[in-house]
């Protein structure tokens, strides 16, 4: 039932359906947008760790120096009466003057053991200068390196001079004498802590700070002049690790207020809570008593003060560094708090910022008052006491920062608060939970809990056994290691790992938490021998084999991992291993559907092959089984996992040397001798017309300049191979193969390392298709089929992967090997030229360049005594301007520094500021296979544990500028839609109004609208422009990466509906995906694999003599470099994720991106190639047009052997394009060369329609939504038809001054929704025609 056209387009409806469409781009899943995609396979950048103390200090003596002279006050004072009178909390005058002198000196010593009960303690009473001498010297001497601490009490004495003296008394008590603080410096050494207890205190530090310095300016002028008295002393000990508190400021007098004690610093210091409560029954260290809770409670406020206000450093010093200095300066924030209040200023070296004013001490008076309000109660009624709310009350306070802060803002005042709670059990469980979601904000939040001092307490924790906090505990961990994996050594050491691999085997622990345990193991064991050591002997392999296949991805990922570094050259693990047979069960995770998991496990096997113990035949067999069943992987979809593959394979490299040098010899010998047919070339001779002259033309300078960089130096040199350097008349075809091995050429070379390459990517490129074409059997002999040489070929085949950083890891490996080889079997310094013609490539002089005609085989690097040794060839001199800014890749951390110039340097110029390394000896070249060739891949992993798991990822944060982008773009598409299927419904009578028309950089080969914006991509050979059709600009142009004998024979937007990629598949089977292009930035490969292996070189298929002639006609017509077969085809399905690739190959291969591997291969059962594939998901449907003429459709969802459900062979030629709709009984729609359209219902045997265009078809798209199909042809025309066979439009000119004749055509295509056809002809235009204006 049809609905009235008006009422479709009514607003009601159009708004509702903007609302569905809009809800199914949100369902579209997203094709390799994972994080291995999006960022660089490379761990975090390492925190530097201020916040281990590198050197923890404990104050060892105590000298308490009491100038009281009681009953006898200083001239220089005038007492009031009544006058503060304690000391220590004892009244001087209840007692005869002596022995109120040694309980003072009892008490000091008793209020300071409160804080440090293991010091030695001595006291001075009332002393003579030789005795503080005698004190000082001795505490000294027994401290050595460790702190002393000086406490003088001046109540009995004058004030402090300004010449920096104190004063003591002579033997008689007769005299008042003076001692000088530079002496008391030079007794004290350092580091030494001051306490000054008498008016005018601050003189004091002021002096000591004077004196210092002027002893640094002794020595400096000793230091010059040996005979200077001092010269022959041994150093002074440093004045900057000593630390001074003093009652007050050089011009103030202590408080004298009765109600006071006389030594109000004193108390503050050493018995804060008694001088803030004055009493308060209990004992101080216990927290179940009011006295003990108020202690713990002021502990916690001081702390959070200090740690809010001080410097980081500054608090690391006096906070954590020495348990006295700690408790001192905490009570000197109060000393600071109440003596102010008696216009008192205590001073500190170092100073500190005031604290008095702090808001936390408004929670100290909440804490006290609420404490002191149940005192009546307690005595009177004998009421238990309640506990303060002051913790539970922080807590909430740091829950309300965690919960509804912004991302940037200041740290949470409560954190060390937190830090004190850990320690009691009523609060320890959220604490740890608030602790726990603090440090999932990242790694500043993980280095500010450790600087706060979070470490002792949790390692602590470790020997709780309650289950509850295993959870928190193991996450707490997992934060920190990922963060800081130095602690590995603390937690053995500690015996923490137990706690782990307890979690580890604990199968009622969620996976998530197991999954953490295995990660702080990984950590444990990595690079470590004694954690390796403990936990083998914890049974760590036993336990995480048994968990290899747990339904949790990331689980698994680790537990490979894990295995991978216990074992890392660490025998007793590896055998461990061996005899639970974990090679045998880590082989299952090959297979596994995620990329990384595949990733962890090849990393596990490698380390497994990799171990330098000696070899046995026994293991010698599992290596090579290892070897073989990771030799399955060489076609992964994902390079992440070949890269770690290159690096696996290497291990086994390095083990095996001398059998892979002697592989290597012989391929090199036999590629000397075979000349490979190129893939491209096996045709028929007609078909091998010779390049046409505008090529060069089109790589000269100017239109060269403008291709954005090629991804790496390997394929810079393939992109300058076209370069016309006329030497001796000819086009010299350059490539890799005819560069020197002199280091100078090594910059172009694709080395990372400025290392020379002996075997050029293109003799490995001819190796590889050696031993794939000749029978090698017959040629090396039984040796071929050994482990080392099927190694040796799957390294051939990684070394030309189409990701460039999985091909730089193999070449390394491979010219490592080559180079060892050569090496070993031709010792001679200067080699002879004879026998090295495949060895080393040598230079590209003007006779040994070889200039190419059409056969396309890789040259034959010309021989030359220079290739090994250091005479450097005359580069050939011809510079041209660069015109655009050159481009340093982002991709992969291997780039070679060649990226760094522009694409038209010279090509034997240095690098930029590189010298040549030029060595006298051919052992100049350095070990390619190092012990640093890995992939980054287990920090990156790592890096999940250091990033917020707990937070809402941006895409799902409605607020998020990603998810309003992508609302914008989905609003976009529903607009476009909408507005094409008005046009497309009323129906498109014409098609022939241009809109427009540039001419390509190259010939256009391939074209494809992008479905929503008004980018258009166009493909030559190897090369991608963009433009945007609307403006008729160029966006961009850049080279694919392809090699020179292969092509670009299909594009696919993938994600099209949102942060568009685009695929590129060339004719070697090789599949490109790139990102960042046409937007002004660089465009970048995300990903690249071989989607066909094998493509078979075919001839067009031969139905019939008349038919075959006509094909050849029309394959001399098309792009001159298609040469016969048709290269790769595909189809992409976003609804699934899955992509079809076919060409000149027996089978349909279906891929999955979502896995990034082969899920399928249908069997064609036909003996000629795919040219056109077309799916349907609905219907789980294929259709393949082939070479034969037939067409056929597969149901996906059936076996390999029924899949097949229907052939139709009812064309008599090549099909150009067979398509299938994708409505629900949607038809098949193909057409031949000849010209012969067909409809067919696919589920009946004949077509249902026939309609004949003309003969002689180039090239064919067919509209999905407006029923319209152009054909493009080889007599220079387009014609574009109804779905009823008439001709609509017939287009054979340019519009234009000239109205120029169209070229031959050689790809056309429509846009998905908009009446456009796009078209490109054989001499570079590119046109776009569309309907009549008024439609539009």
Same mark, same amino acid.
């Given at each position: ?16 359906? @903007? ?22 396979? @490379? ?74 009960? /293991?010091?030695?303690? *001595? ?125 007050? @400021? ?23 809570? $008694? ?41 690391? $010093? ?17 000393? #600071? ?38 005192? =009546? ?92 906090? /295993? ?7 997992? *934060? ?133 113990? @000696? ?63 190129? =893939? ?85 490129? *001819? ?145 930029? #500021? ?40 941006? #895409? ?54 992008? =479905? ?325």
């Amino acid at each position: 039932m049809k609905m009235d056209s008006d009422l479709l387009h009514s607003p009601a409806v159009g708004l509702a359906e @903007e609302e569905e469409a809009d809800m199914n781009d949100w369902k579209l899943p997203l094709a390799f947008m994972k994080k291995r995609h999006s960022e660089k396979i @490379e761990g975090c950048k390492a925190l530097a760790q201020s916040w281990r103390m590198k050197d923890r200090m404990k104050t060892v003596s105590v000298a308490l120096v009491l100038c009281l002279n009681v009953g006898v006050d200083p001239p220089d004072v005038v007492k009031t009466s009544p006058c503060a009178r304690l000391e220590c909390w004892i009244d001087p005058l209840s007692m005869s003057p002596q022995k109120a002198l040694e309980t003072i000196g009892a008490n000091l010593q008793k209020q300071y053991e409160n804080w440090q009960p /293991r010091a030695r303690y *001595k006291q001075s009473l009332d002393p003579t200068v030789d005795e503080v001498k005698k004190l000082c010297t001795s505490l000294r001497r027994n401290a050595k390196e460790e702190r002393v601490l000086f406490h003088y009490n001046g109540h009995g004495v004058p004030r402090p001079t300004v010449n920096g003296e104190i004063w003591v008394f002579n033997k008689n008590y007769t005299q008042y004498i003076p001692l000088s603080i530079y002496d008391l410096q030079t007794w004290m050494g350092s580091p030494s802590i001051f306490v000054y207890d008498c008016s005018n205190a601050g003189i004091i530090v002021k002096s000591f700070k004077q004196f210092a310095l002027q002893r640094e300016q002794e020595l400096e002028v000793a230091a010059i002049n040996p005979s200077h008295p001092l010269a022959q002393m041994p150093l002074p000990p440093s004045m900057k690790n000593c630390i001074q508190l003093a009652a007050c @400021e050089a011009s103030e007098l202590l408080p004298m207020n009765p109600d006071l004690p006389a030594d109000l610093f004193t108390s503050c210091l050493t018995t804060p809570i $008694k001088i803030a409560l004055r009493w308060i029954p209990g004992r101080l260290n216990d927290r179940r008593t009011p006295l003990g809770e108020l202690n713990w409670i002021f502990t916690a406020i001081t702390d959070t003060i200090a740690w809010n206000v001080l410097p980081r450093d500054l608090f690391q $010093k006096l906070f954590r560094q020495d348990l006295l200095v700690a408790s001192l300066f905490r009570n000197f924030l109060l000393a #600071e708090r109440i003596m102010r209040s008696y216009n008192c200023t205590p001073v500190s070296s170092p100073r500190l910022p005031p604290t008095y004013m702090h808001a936390m001490w408004q929670a100290w008076d909440l804490a006290v008052d609420i404490c002191l309000s149940q005192l =009546p109660t307690i005595i009177e009624e004998g009421t238990a006491f309640r506990h303060s709310p002051f913790f539970a009350e922080q807590l909430t306070a740091f829950q309300v920062w965690l919960t509804m802060g912004v991302e940037n803002r200041n740290p949470p005042e409560q954190l060390p608060i937190v830090l004190q709670v850990l320690l009691s059990q009523v609060h320890r469980l959220r604490a740890l939970d608030l602790l726990g979601r603090f440090l999932d904000l990242g790694p500043w939040a993980v280095s500010l809990a450790l600087s706060v001092g979070i470490f002792p307490y949790v390692l602590k924790l470790l020997q709780s056994s309650a289950r509850e906090l /295993r959870p928190l505990l193991v996450f707490i961990w997992a *934060k920190i290691l990922a963060v800081d994996s130095s602690c590995q050594a603390d937690l053995v050491k500690d015996n923490g790992h137990k706690y782990f691999l307890s979690v580890l085997a604990d199968s009622y622990m969620p996976a998530e938490h197991r999954t953490m345990a295995v990660f702080i193991l990984a950590v444990i064991v990595n690079s470590y021998n004694t954690g390796q050591e403990a936990c083998l002997q914890g049974n760590l392999i036993a336990n995480c084999l048994e968990q290899l296949s747990d339904p949790h991805p990331l689980l698994r990922q680790w537990v490979a991992i894990c295995l991978g570094r216990i074992w890392q050259n660490f025998d007793p693990a590896r055998w461990c291993g061996v005899r639970d047979s974990a090679h045998e069960k880590l082989y299952t995770l090959l297979s596994d559907p995620i990329p990384e998991v595949r990733c962890a496990a090849v990393f596990a096997l490698g380390t497994f092959v990799g171990n330098s113990a @000696e070899r046995t035949d026994h293991s010698t067999t599992i290596d090579h089984n290892v070897a073989m069943m990771l030799a399955q992987l060489i076609n992964d979809g994902s390079p992440v996992v070949r890269k770690e593959l290159v690096v696996a394979l290497s291990h086994l490299v390095v083990q095996y040397e001398s059998n892979f040098c002697t592989v290597a010899l012989q391929f090199i010998e036999e590629e000397k001798n075979y000349t490979v047919p190129s =893939p491209a070339n096996t045709t028929e001779p007609g078909n091998l017309t010779p390049v046409s002259p505008a090529i060069p033309r089109l790589r000269s300078v100017n239109s060269y300049t403008n291709i954005r960089a090629a991804t790496t130096a390997r394929n810079l040199n393939k992109s300058l191979q076209n370069l016309n350097l006329n030497e001796e008349g000819g086009p010299a075809a350059f490539s890799p193969g005819n560069l020197s091995t002199s280091s100078s050429a090594s910059s172009t070379l694709g080395s990372p390392d400025n290392d020379e390459y002996i075997l050029s990517f293109e003799t490995i490129d *001819k190796m590889r298709r050696v031993s794939s074409y000749s029978s090698l059997n017959s040629l090396i002999g039984v040796s071929f089929n050994s482990v080392y040489t099927q190694i040796w070929r799957v390294l051939l085949h990684l070394a030309a992967d189409p990701f460039p950083e999985v091909s730089d890891l193999a070449m390394k490996v491979l010219n490592s090997i080559a180079y060892k080889a050569t090496m070993n079997a031709r010792p001679q310094r200067i080699l002879d030229s004879g026998s090295l013609t495949q060895s080393a490539p040598a230079s590209p002089t003007s006779k040994g360049t070889h200039i190419h005609q059409a056969g396309g085989s890789p040259p034959m690097p010309s021989t030359s005594s220079s290739s090994l040794t250091n005479e450097v060839p005359k580069p050939p001199t011809r510079e041209q301007p660069a015109t655009r800014p050159p481009y340093t890749p982002t991709l992969g951390g291997q780039a070679p520094h060649s990226h760094q110039f522009p694409r038209t340097r010279k090509m034997f110029d240095k690098g930029p #500021e590189q010298a040549a390394e030029d060595s006298d000896e051919p052992g100049g070249h350095r070990n390619y296979i190092s012990l640093a060739l890995q992939t980054g891949l287990c920090d990156w992993s790592a890096k999940y544990f250091a990033q917020p798991v707990m937070k809402i990822p941006e #895409e799902h944060d409605l607020e998020s500028q990603v998810r309003m982008e992508r609302q914008w773009r989905f609003l976009r598409n529903t607009r476009v839609r909408r507005q094409s299927r008005c046009i497309t419904q009323r129906g498109v009578s014409r098609l022939d109004d241009q809109i427009f028309i540039n001419r390509n950089p190259g010939v256009p080969s391939v074209v494809k609208f992008h =479905p929503f914006n008004t980018c258009i991509a166009v493909a030559d050979k190897d090369s991608i422009c963009f433009w945007d059709w609307e403006k008729g600009e160029r966006l961009d142009y850049f080279y694919n990466g392809n090699p020179r004998y292969t092509r670009i024979t299909a594009m696919e937007y993938l994600n099209g509906h949102d942060c568009s990629l685009l695929l590129t598949a060339t004719d070697d089977g090789a599949l490109r995906i790139w990102k960042n292009f046409a937007d002004q930035k660089n465009p970048e490969m995300v990903t690249a694999w071989q989607g066909l292996s094998d493509m078979l070189p075919t001839t067009r298929g031969q139905p019939s003599a008349s038919a075959h002639s006509l094909a050849r006609r029309v394959s001399i017509y098309l792009d001159r470099s298609k040469q016969g077969g048709a290269g790769m085809v595909v189809d992409w399905e976003q609804e699934t994720g899955l992509l079809m690739t076919s060409g000149d190959v027996r089978v349909v291969r279906i891929w999955d991106t979502d896995r990034e591997m082969k899920v399928q291969d249908i069997p064609t059962g036909a003996d000629s190639c795919v040219t056109s594939l077309s799916c349907d998901s609905q219907r789980s449907l294929i259709v393949a047009g082939l070479g034969d003429g037939s067409v056929r459709v597969f149901d996906r969802r059936m076996g390999p052997n029924e899949c097949r459900v229907m052939t139709y062979r009812e064309h008599g030629a090549w099909v150009v394009k067979a398509h299938l709709q994708k409505e629900t009984d949607g038809h098949i729609i193909s057409v031949s060369v000849n010209g012969d359209v067909r409809f067919f219902e696919p589920r009946t045997p004949d077509s249902i329609n026939v309609l004949q265009t003309v003969k002689g078809l180039t090239a064919l798209d067919i509209h999905p939504q407006a029923n319209l199909f152009a054909c493009g042809s080889m007599n220079q025309f387009i014609a574009v038809y109804n779905a009823n066979g008439d001709v609509i439009s017939n287009i054979k000119y340019y519009d234009g001054f000239m109205g120029q004749r169209i070229g031959a055509i050689s790809c056309l295509a429509f846009h998905p929704y908009w009446p456009h056809l796009a078209v490109g002809s054989n001499d570079y235009y590119m046109s776009i025609y569309s309907a009549e204006k008024r439609l539009r």
